[in-house]
Structure formats: structure tokens, C-alpha cells
């Protein structure tokens, strides 16, 4: 089965994908990902976006999708794929669609993940951190005691991009930049869309349902 998972940032598109790729064996193909392993590899691609990401530049449109076209015909993905993170823009799309076609994987669907923003803000500017790596969140899990990590004792803190200012912009880009895929998916008429705002488990299940039918 070839799979977009499609949502705003804080939508829970990670965290749904590994659970995904285990359950149906297929591999989680993020674009942060394949950056980061053609670099630390030296590929001829992976040592061009190295020069871009160097200089805290976005990787152009014909690198990346260079680099997801070699990551979409490696072995593992001969049962299929779960795209997370790509596409984000129209020209991406049309790019992806014409890979896809070259090389016979088409997409089966584009699972889209709807949170309001207001939850989204909600649900991201409560995560609370350590550094010693353990994660909180204000609502959902909390420190035993406020404003203190539960492993280690320290301070915990808020990283600068679950700031509600931060989560606002980018929200405002995703809407203005990614958001029009949704119609263009809808459009080919393989886009599904799922109510992301419930607990981890209830969305799994939801989005099972539709892989299921491809399987």
C-alpha cells in the first residue's frame, strides 16, 4: 500500500506513522529522514542539500525529490510506503506524481489528519521538556510536581517552537503553503480525511480502517 499521511504540524502525523509502519510493514519515509542518512552517507545529493542545510536554507524542490525518488526504490519498499512531511506544496505534488508514475507506485490514498488550530495551539504550547530527553505535557502528562522533571529533578523548560507565537506562525504558513493540497488530493479523488482531535489510539484505529482496504 502507498501512503500519504497528510495533516497540520502538532496533528500527530509522526507518531501515528511508526505504529503504521509496524503494524503493516512498510517502511515510515520522512523527509528529515532521507536528509539526514544521504548526508551522513556523502551522496551526491545528500552532499548538495548538505550545502543548503549548512547555510539554514531550504533544500530545493530538485534535490529532494531526487533524494525520495532513489529512498521509494529501495528494497523495502517493494510492499509499499507511508510518506510523512512530503509533500507540502502543489509543485512537490505534481513532482511526486509524476516519480510515482515513473516507477510504477502510485499512491493509494492521502490520509489527511484535520485538528482545529486552536487545539493544535493547545495541544502543542503544554509539551514541556528536560534535558535529560524525558517530555511532558501540561494536560495530558503532567510532572508530578509542577515545573520539575520526574527522572532527574531538574527545571524543565518550553522550547522555543511550542511557543503559542511560534505554533501560530506556523500554522499560518502550513494553512497558506500545504493546506491547498487538500483539495488537490480531493480532487483525484484518493484523499480521506479523519478527525485527528481524539486520543492516539481512537485516530490509529481510524486510519487503520483505511489502510486495511489496501492491504
Known amino acids: 500500500?502507498?501512503?500519504v499521511l497528510f495533516g497540520p504540524p502538532g496533528a500527530g502525523k509522526g507518531t501515528q506513522a511508526k505504529e503504521l509502519s509496524k503494524k503493516y510493514e512498510i517502511p515510515h519515509i520522512s523527509t528529515g529522514d532521507i536528509l539526514r542518512a544521504n548526508v551522513r552517507d556523502g551522496t551526491e545529493l545528500g552532499l548538495k542539500a548538505k550545502q543548503y542545510m549548512d547555510k539554514g536554507e531550504l533544500v530545493p524542490d530538485e534535490v529532494l525529490i531526487g533524494l525520495i525518488r532513489n529512498r521509494l526504490t529501495?528494497?523495502?519498499c517493494e510492499k509499499g510506503y507511508l510518506l510523512d512531511g512530503?509533500?507540502?506544496?502543489?509543485?512537490q505534488a505534481d513532482a511526486l506524481t509524476g516519480i510515482l508514475k515513473d516507477i510504477s507506485k502510485p499512491l493509494d490514498a492521502v490520509i489527511n489528519i484535520e485538528v482545529s488550530d486552536e487545539a493544535l495551539v493547545k495541544r502543542l504550547s503544554g509539551r514541556r521538556?528536560?534535558?535529560c530527553g524525558e517530555s511532558y505535557h501540561l494536560m495530558f502528562n503532567p510532572p508530578v510536581k509542577e515545573g520539575v522533571c520526574n527522572a532527574c529533578g531538574a527545571e524543565l523548560y518550553q522550547r522555543d517552537d511550542d511557543k503559542e507565537e511560534v505554533i501560530r506562525q506556523r500554522l499560518a504558513v502550513y494553512n497558506e503553503k500545504t493546506k491547498p493540497l487538500i483539495n488537490y488530493y480531493d480532487d483525484t479523488g484518493i484523499l480521506v480525511n479523519i478527525d485527528g482531535s481524539g486520543a492516539v489510539g481512537a485516530v490509529l484505529a481510524d486510519v487503520c480502517k483505511i489502510m486495511d482496504q489496501y492491504k
Do not use: F, G, K, Q
Open 1 to 3: 500500500m502507498n501512503i
Open 86 to 91: 512530503y509533500p507540502r506544496t502543489i509543485p
Open 74 to 76: 529501495e528494497p523495502d
Open 129 to 131: 521538556s528536560c534535558t
